[in-house]
């Protein structure tokens, strides 16, 4: 189950004071002590793989040159056989079962190793696991106490301001006062910007002689009186 | 990014939707931050090993109607999948509204996280309201 039930048993239990142990220290150190076991663990046995390793891969060399021995040998008895010479070949026949045997012998010592090798493999792949499973509990652990401790100094706030009713829909009410303030700046900013866009445009009519005022400055004034007295 | 680093950078920044940020570390180690789109609700953000924790204190379960206690649990676990990014959760005897960010977040994300979690402060207050003292 982990120790997310250990953890729910502790802030039900009321351990939400910054300070206070979220859960038994003494499972904290177990985790703790774990992991350092598997990654100790985890060190010797890749000094041991590192030797094991290398052993293998000198077996194996030393199978592969007697293999390539064995059928060169091969060659050779049949060799002669084909020139007729039954002893020479009976010879180079007990060479060949000398070298079949010794060669037998480091397989099933190469099958050994490699066995040994892998079970080392396994063995630090479960301690990787458990290095890794025991790190997400800490990890959880460590959550609570940051929590605990970014929720603390608001919760004493809460206490101070508890005489004060209705805290929140008061600190609402001014967030949306503030959100409506924004957003007259914003319309107003807008206003603006199509006003100066207006006065633009009506500049734009009156410099290409649309729309402006035909009837204003003093020499249309005169001229119209001028109609007016007949001259 | 260490917190001073991130509330440096906040302290700097203004976002796309004119948000600004008034970022102090305190001394308890926790970053505390006011978001310009909502000051009356800062967000406290903590560090880990592995993630960055951005966290809003709520309110408490003592401001809550004494009779109103379970509907607003239900009605907390109703909506909060339909939260983006932010989760509600109770830490003791607070609900908080929380945030949760690997460490290697990119500042923008962080950026985001927290304007979005400022709104969602104010959306899920206005819901639970009636429930409130």
Redesign the interface.
């Known amino acids: 189950m982990g120790i997310l039930k250990n953890i729910l048993t502790a802030v039900r239990g009321g351990a939400s004071e910054v300070g206070e142990s979220i859960v038994d220290a003494n499972a904290v150190r177990i985790l703790g002590q774990e992991i350092r076991d598997a990654e100790d663990a985890i060190g010797k046995a890749k000094q041991s793989l590192t030797g094991l390793k290398a052993s293998e891969i000198k077996l194996k060399r030393e199978i592969n040159s007697l293999e390539s021995d064995i059928g060169s040998y091969e060659t050779k008895a049949v060799q002669a056989l084909e020139a007729g010479n039954e002893a020479l070949a009976v010879e180079v026949a007990e060479r060949i079962a000398d070298i079949e045997s010794e060669a037998a012998e480091k397989g099933a010592e190469h099958s050994a190793l490699s066995a040994q090798v892998n079970k080392i493999n396994s063995m630090i792949r479960q301690r990787e696991k458990v290095i890794q499973k025991n790190g997400r509990e800490l990890e959880k652990i460590k959550t609570v106490e940051q929590l605990q401790k970014a929720t603390s100094s608001m919760s004493t706030n809460f206490a101070a301001t508890n005489a004060s009713e209705h805290r929140v829909s008061k600190a609402l009410e001014r967030v949306k006062k503030k959100q409506a303030n924004w957003e007259d700046r914003m319309e107003a900013g807008e206003w603006m910007e199509g006003e100066a866009g207006s006065d633009d445009l009506d500049r734009k009519l009156k410099d290409a002689g649309i729309g402006a005022n035909a009837s204003s400055g003093a020499s249309t004034v005169l001229e119209r009186l001028k109609k007016k007295s007949g001259q | 990014m260490s917190l001073n680093e991130l509330a440096f950078k906040l302290n700097a920044h203004l976002t796309a939707e004119d948000t600004r940020f008034d970022a102090v570390l305190?001394e308890?180690?926790?970053l505390?931050v006011i978001c310009s789109?909502?000051?009356?609700?800062?967000i406290?953000?903590?560090?880990?090993?592995?993630?960055l924790?951005a966290?809003t204190?709520?309110?408490?379960v003592?401001?809550v109607k004494s009779d109103k206690v379970d509907e607003l649990n239900e009605e907390l676990l109703l909506i909060s999948p339909a939260i983006p990014l932010s989760s509600i959760g109770r830490?003791?005897?607070?609900y908080?509204l929380?945030g949760a960010m690997a460490l290697d977040t990119l500042f923008e994300n962080i950026v985001h996280e927290l304007e979005v979690q400022a709104e969602n402060t104010?959306d899920v207050?206005?819901v639970i309201?009636p429930l409130?003292?």
Do not use: C, H, R, Y
């Open positions: 305190a308890s180690g926790v505390e789109n909502n000051e009356e609700f800062p406290n953000i903590v560090k880990t090993d592995t993630q924790l966290i204190p709520l309110f408490n003592n401001e830490q003791g005897d607070s908080i929380f104010v207050l206005q309201e409130l003292l």
